[in-house]
C-alpha cells in the first residue's frame, strides 16, 4: 500500500460487564492511506475508535501508533502525538464562538501561542470554509456547520491521524460531497484518514482499503469493491 | 457489647427508619431520579407536608395520615406549578443544571422562611392513636410510631410503582429521560408527562411530611437535614430504579441503626454519607442503577 | 502595570491607610466589612470550580470550617499567629481539594455535587467528634485585643481579609485570562470534547479543585479569631454553603468581576438587613433575590451590564 | 514612632471627644438610655428568643411608666443574631459604635454569648448574659454576669441535684448510663454528669453520644436498656429530648432514676405534646408553678407574659426562660438606679457585691459572674394525665425535690413504679 504502517491494532479486545463490544480485533493503518471502517449498529466500531484514541482506557490488547504502544495513555496525549478525532453526535465547545473553538485546541494540542496560533485558526477556518462563521457562539450553529467545526477542531490538532466518526448522517448529498472534498484535500496533504460511515455511496468512493467489523469481529479487510462482494459481509449486513 | 437480642431489634429498628427515609426520598426517586430534575426543595416540600398535617390535627383533630392523603392533591396541582414554571424558565432555555439548581435552592429557602413566618420556630406535633404504642414480639420490640409510617411508606411505593408500570402515563414518566425514542413512539407530549411525574414527586411529599410529624417534632428548618440523607438514599438506589430506592432507604435505615446501637450513635450519620461517598466512588449508578 | 494591578494596589493601600488611622472610628465599619470581604474570597474560590469549570461544589461550608478548624488546631498547639495560620489553613483545605478533584474522576453534574455535601456532612461529623478542637462543645480562641499598628485587632483582621481578597480575585482574573482558564472553560462545555483536543482534563481539574480549596481555606482561617468561639453548627453553617453558590449567581459566573459584585452587594445587603429587618424577611430576600436572578438574568449583573452596553458576542 | 504618634493623635481625639461629650451632656439627658443586645428571633433557637425578647420588652414598657431610669426612658436595641454566631461581633459593634447604647446585654445561649466576650472586655463594659454555660471559664472576665441558676461550677452545679437525689435512696444506685447530643449544652451537661458519676463510684456502663438530628431513638434506648443502668441521665435538645422519652416510654426502660438535662421538656409546646409520657421523669428546671417557687413579681409578670405571647408562636407560658429574661434586666436596672450612673465600673461593682431581688427570687453573683449557689431545680413530673395546657399551669405536676430550700412534694422512686 501507500506507506509504512502508523497504527496498529492487536488483538484489541473490549469487554462491557459481560458483554464482549471487540473481540480480538487484528488491524493495520498505513501511512497516507484513506481506510473506511464499516459494520452494522452495534458491530463494535465506535468501541474501536473510542479505544484507539483512549477515550476507553481499559481494553486488554495493543494499539501501536507509529510502532509506540499506547498503553494507557490519555486521550490528550493521544491527540497531541497525532491521533484526532470527530465525534459523532458534534461536542461543540457551546459556549464558545468557532474561533474559540479552534483557538483553544490549537493552543493544547500543538501548544502554539499567540500569533502563531490565531494564524492557523484562521487558516483552518478558511479551509473549512467557516470563516464567515468564525465569531459566532458555536451552540447556534446550524447541522453541518457543526460537523464542519467538528472536523476542524479534529484538524486543528495537526494530526497525522484522522478519524472520522459518521461526520455525515443526516446530511443532504450536496453537504456530503463537500465535506468529502474537504477530506480528499486533507488527505492529500498527507493525513491518514479512518472514516467510519453507514452511507456506502461515501465510503465507497472515498476508501482505498475498507474494514468490516460485526458483533465485535473483523469480518473482511480489503479492496472495496472486494469487500463489498464478500458473502460473510452480506450476511452481517442482511441477516441470514 | 453484642447481643443477639440487641442485634435482631437493631434490625427491626432499622428497617422501620428506613421505611420512612423511603417515604421521604420516594418523591425525590421521581423527580430527580426518572425527571432529571434536581429538586433540592423536596425535603422543604416534605416539611409543608408536615405542617398541614399538623393544622388538621390541631384545628379538627385529624389524622395525619389522612390529612396527607387529602393533601397530596392539593400537592400534586403545587408540584405541577412549579415545573410550568420551572421548564419555562430554565429546561426550555436548556440551562437547567445549573441555574434550575439554584433556583431550587431558592424556593427552599422561601418555603421554609414563609413557614416560619406563618408558625414560628417552635417544634410542633401532632396526636395520634398510635403514636406512643409498642408490640413485643417475642424480645423485639416494635413502635407503633415507627410501625404504621413505614406500613404507610411501603403501601405508598407500592401504589407508585403500579402506577408507574401499569399505566400509560406511569411508563411515559419512566421513559422520558431515558428513552427519548419509546416515548416518541408513544406519542407522548414530554413536557405534560414531566409535569404528571413532577407533581406525583411533590404529592408523595404530603404523605412524606405527616409521617415526619409522627415520628418526630418538627419546626421549619428540620427540612435541611433531610437533603443530604434523601440525595444519599436516591443515588445509592440508581437513579431511576424506584424499587432501588426503596432498597437503598432500608440499607440506610440498618446501617444507621446498626452503628447507633453498637459504636455510637454520633457516628451514624457519617456512616450513610461515607455508604454514599464510597458508592458513588466505586459504582456511580448506584445498586440498582440503569 | 495594568489598570487592575493600579486599582488592586490602591483598594490595599486606601485599606491599610483606614485600618492604621482612625479616620473611620466607627469600629462597626470593620466588623461588616469583614464578613463581605470574606465572602468576596469564598465566592471568588467557589467560581474558579463552579464558574469556570462548571463543577457545583455544595460542600463549601466544608471547606471555609475546615480552613477554620486548622487555625483552631494551630493555636491550641502553639498559639500560632495568623499569619502562619492562613497559609496552613490554605494548604490543608488545598489538600482536601485535590481529594475532591479526584472525585472527578469518577462523579460528574449532580453526582459531584451530591458528593460534596456528602462530604461537608462527614468532615462536620469528624469535627463533632474530635475532642482536641473543641468537639460539639466548641473552642474559644482569644484574640489579642490589639496590634500595632492598627489599634483594633479586628481592623487588623479586616486588611489582612482584603489582602486575602485581592489575591483571589487577582487568581481567578488571572485564571480567566491564561491558556488554564481557557483549559477550565472547555472542560465546563464538554468534558469529553476537551480531553480530544488535546486538554489535560484531569491535570487541570486537579489544579482548580486544589486552588479552589485552599482560597476557601483561607477565608475561614481567621474566622476563629474575628468569632472568639467556633463550634461545629456555626463554622459549618449552611450560609456559607448558600452564600457562595448565590453570590456569583447574582453576579455573574463566567468573570471575575461576578463573584465580587455579587458579594459585594448580596454581602451587604445582608449586613444592612441584619440590622434593620431583623427577621425572616432577611431570609426570605436572600431566596427570592436568588430565585429572581437565575430565572431573570442568568448571566448574573454581569451579563446585565454587558447586555446593556452591547457588548454581547 | 508612627505608633507613638498615633499614640498622641489617639490622645488628642479621646480629649476633644470628652469635650464634646461633657458638651454635649445635658442635651443628653432628655434621650432614653439605650440597652443593646442580640437576640435569635431566626433559627435554631428563635422560638427561645422570641420569648425572651417579649419579656423584655414587658420590662421596658414597665419601667418606663414607673418613670424609667435616672430620669430617662429606657429604650431596647435589639438585632437578630439568626441564631448564627458569626454575626454576633458586628451586631455588638453597631450597637456600640452606631447606635451608641449606654447599656449591654447578650443573646439568649452560651453560642451567641461567647462571641461578643472579646468586644466586651476590649472596651470594658459590663454584660449580663442570657442562659450561658461557663462562658467565663475561658475568658475570666470581671464585668460578666450571667442569670442562668447553674451555680458557681456551671458544669458540675449543673447536676449536682440529680446526683444527690439519686444517692439519697436505698439501695444506692451502682451503675449509671451517660447519653446527650452532640452539640455544646449537652456535652457540657454530660461531662458534669460523668464527673459526678465518678465522684460517686457509679459505675458507668454507657457513655454515647448522638448526632442531634437522629430521628428514632429506638436503638439507643435499647442499648442503653441492655445495660441495665440503675440511673440514665441524659442531656438533650428539644426535638431528641421528645424522642428520647417517646422511645423510652414505647419500650418501657426500665431503670431507677431517669433524667436530668433534657433542654425542651420546660416548654409548654412539648409538654402538652408528651402529656403523660412525661410522669416519673427527673429533670432540671429554673422556674415551675410551686408555692415555694412564688416569688414576688412572678406572677404579674406571667400574666403579662401570657397575654403578649399569644398568637405569636412562642411559649405560652413563660417560666423557663421568659422569667430570667425578666430578670437580667430587672438586676440591670437596679444596679442603675443604686449607683445612680451608667458607668461600667460602678456597675460591676455594684453587681459583685449586692443581692438583687427579681421575679426569680433573690438573686447573689459569685467573683466570676455565676450565681453564688446553685438553683437548678432538679423536678419531677409526677400526675399527669392528659395534654392539656392548664395541667401544666398548676402546682402539683412538676415538684421541686431540689435545692431544699425550694422542695414541694416527694420523689417518686424508681422511674419505673413513678411511670
Known sequence: ?240 | MFTFDLFWNALVAGALLGGFYAAVSLGLSITFGQLDIVNIAHPAFVILGAYIAYMGNEWWGFDPILTGLVAAPVFYAIGVGVYRFYYEAFERRDDEALRGLAFFFGVMFIVEVVLIMAYGVDFRSVQAPYIGGNWEIGTIGIPTRMFVPCMVSIAMFAAVYTYLARTFTGRAILAVSQDRLALELMAADPVRVKQVGFGLGIGTAAIAGALLIIIIPIEPSVGRLYIGQVFAIVVLGGLGSISGTLVAALILGVAESLVSTFYGPSWAPAVAFSVLLIALAVRPQGLFGR | MTRFWIGAGAVIAIGLLLAVTDIIANSFWFFAAYVVLQYVVLATAWNIMGGYMGYVNFGSAGFFAIGAYTAIVLYNLVKAPLLVMIPLSGIVCGLMGLGMGYLTLRLRGVYFAIGTLALAVVLETLMVNWDYVGGATGAYVIRPRTLEPFGDYVKFLTFVMLVLAVIAVAAARWIERAKFGRGLHAIRDDEIAAECAGIPTLRLKLIATTLSGFLMGIAGAPFPLYVGFVEPASAFNLAYAVNAIAMPMIGGTTMWAGPVIGALLLGTAQQIANVTISSELNLLIVGLVLVLFVTLAPEGIVGLVRKYFGRGR | MISLNKRGLLAGAAALGAAALIAAAPAKAAEPIKIGFSMALTGGLAGAGKSALIAMQIWEKDTNAAGGLLGRQVKLIYYDDQTNPATVPGIYTKLLDVDKVDLVVSGYGTNLIAPAMPIMMQRNLTFIALFGLAVNDKFNYDRYFQILPAGPKPITDWSRGFFELAMAQDPKPKTIALVGADAEFAKNAVKGARIHAKNYGLKIVYDGSYHPKTADFTPIVRAIQARKPDVVYVGSYPPDSVGMVKAATEMGLKTKLFGGGMVGLQYATIMTALGPKLNGIVNYDFWVPEPTLNFKGVEAFLKKYQTEAKGKGVDPLGYYLPTYAHAYLEILGQAVKATNSLDHGKLAEHMRKTTYDTVVGKVKFAPNGEWAKTRTLMVQYQGIEDNKLDTFAKAGTRVVLYPKEWVSGKLRYPYTEAR
Open chain 1, 1 to 240: 500500500m501507500t506507506g509504512e504502517t502508523i497504527l496498529a491494532v492487536e488483538d484489541l479486545t473490549m469487554r462491557f460487564g459481560g458483554f464482549v463490544a471487540l473481540d480480538s480485533v487484528n488491524a493495520e493503518v498505513y501511512e497516507g492511506e484513506r481506510l473506511g471502517l464499516i459494520g452494522p449498529n452495534g458491530s463494535g466500531k465506535t468501541t474501536m475508535i473510542n479505544c484507539i484514541s483512549g477515550a476507553l482506557g481499559n481494553y486488554t490488547g495493543t494499539v501501536r501508533f507509529r510502532g509506540r504502544d499506547l498503553g494507557s495513555l490519555k486521550p490528550h496525549r493521544r491527540t497531541r502525538l497525532g491521533i484526532a478525532r470527530s465525534f459523532q453526535i458534534p461536542r461543540p465547545f457551546r459556549s464558545q464562538t468557532v474561533r474559540e473553538n479552534l483557538a483553544i485546541t490549537i493552543e493544547y494540542a500543538t501548544g502554539a501561542s499567540g500569533a502563531e496560533r490565531d494564524d492557523r485558526a484562521e487558516e483552518v477556518l478558511q479551509s473549512m470554509g467557516l470563516g464567515p462563521r468564525a465569531d459566532a457562539i458555536s451552540a447556534g450553529l446550524t447541522q453541518i456547520e457543526m460537523r464542519k467545526l467538528e472536523l476542524a477542531r479534529a484538524l486543528a490538532a495537526r494530526p497525522q491521524l484522522l478519524i472520522s466518526d459518521e461526520a455525515m448522517a443526516g446530511l443532504s448529498s450536496n453537504e456530503v460531497d463537500e465535506l468529502l472534498e474537504i477530506l480528499f484535500r486533507l488527505n492529500e496533504s498527507g493525513v491518514t484518514i479512518i472514516m467510519i460511515e453507514h452511507i456506502m455511496r461515501a465510503v465507497m468512493r472515498f476508501s482505498q482499503r475498507i474494514v468490516v467489523l460485526d458483533a465485535g469481529k473483523k469480518i473482511a479487510d480489503g479492496e472495496p469493491d472486494a469487500v463489498v462482494a464478500d458473502p460473510a459481509v452480506e450476511r452481517a449486513y442482511l441477516g441470514d
